[in-house]
């Protein structure tokens, strides 16, 4: 999957208008994520996400803990859009994830991260 796809897949799935807005959530999701996660799975993660999107994830630094909520609230107040919307991007971006990235990947992941979480990796499109 390359990078047009990847938020093209994001568009379709959150219902946005146009790939401007689907770059956004995509950012703020994975932004988000990357911060949460240790830098060595970071790194992983990036390096089967296509492109840019790759990118955005390998460049983020440091590493913060917090639960599921606040995570929410981060990717709200990142990509400028309202909490229920941003929880439903968030949710969207990560099924394009799943499908973007090998299975062994998504567990490392969600290895990292409390078992609130498991809500951000429910298919729910």
């Known amino acids: 999957m390359n990078t047009h796809d990847f938020l093209g897949q994001v568009q379709a799935r959150a219902h946005l208008s146009d790939t401007d807005q ?10 988000t994520l990357a911060q949460r ?3 060595g799975e970071r790194s992983d993660l990036a390096a089967q996400l296509p492109g840019e999107i790759g990118r ?15 995570f929410y609230q981060r990717v709200s107040q ?3 859009a309202g909490l229920p919307a941003a929880t439903h991007h968030a949710r969207m971006v990560m ?8 299975a062994g ?7 990292q991260l409390p ?3 498991a809500e951000l990796f429910t298919r729910a499109d």
């Open 78 to 80: 990142e990509e400028g």
């Open 56 to 70: 955005m994830v390998g460049e983020v630094e440091g590493q913060a803990t917090y639960g599921l909520h606040e």
């Open 37 to 39: 996660i240790d830098p």
């Open 95 to 102: 099924t394009v994830v799943e499908d973007a990235v090998s």
């Open 105 to 111: 990947e998504i567990a490392d992941v969600r290895e």
């Open 115 to 117: 078992a609130e979480y």
């Open 22 to 31: 689907s770059l956004a959530a995509t950012r703020a999701t994975l932004v």
